[in-house]
């Protein structure tokens, strides 16, 4: 064997091997690592959009709460208010019901005065007529005694 032919032949099979990864291996190799380096930057794209979203949503999550607490204490200030409201409310109801139960009671008073006055007239106009008769120790027209005591009643 002749190592010049050897040579040239394994160079002939070299070049016919580079030419046939060139045109069948080479190409679809490079295919699939340009579709991967495509999906590699899709998914970093990705995964920044997802980073800048997840920042967005934690930023509207924040404002959110804060909107929630603000609202919270509004609804807390407003129940507060309507709770010394409504205390006062029940203080002057009690006033009111007080000052009522006081009036009526200076009514029954003012009554009850009355009707005892009317008995110490009465009592007093039957004294004055059994001391008028003691007195006179005789016996007194009953109409005309009648007309005596409600000049009495009158007149006291």
Do not use: Y
Request: charged content about 30%.
């Amino acid at each position: 064997m002749n190592f010049n032919a050897t040579l040239i032949g394994q160079s002939i099979t070299f070049i016919f091997f580079v030419w046939f990864c060139m045109k069948m291996v080479w190409s679809p190799i490079m295919n699939a690592l340009e579709a991967r380096k495509k999906q590699i930057a899709d998914g970093l794209a990705a995964a920044d959009r997802g980073k800048h979203e997840l920042e967005l949503a934690a930023k509207r999550a924040g404002d959110n709460m804060r909107d929630a607490k603000a609202q919270a204490a509004e609804v807390l200030a407003q129940a507060e208010k309507r709770a010394a409201q409504m205390v006062e409310e029940a203080k002057m109801a009690a006033k009111e019901e007080g000052e009522r139960q006081l009036a009526a009671a200076q009514a029954n008073i003012a009554q009850e005065t009355n009707r005892a006055r009317e008995t110490l007239r009465e009592q007093v106009a039957a004294l004055a007529l059994a001391g008028a008769e003691k007195i006179l120790r005789r016996e007194v027209n009953a109409q005309t005694h009648a007309d005596l005591l409600g000049q009495l009643k009158a007149e006291l």
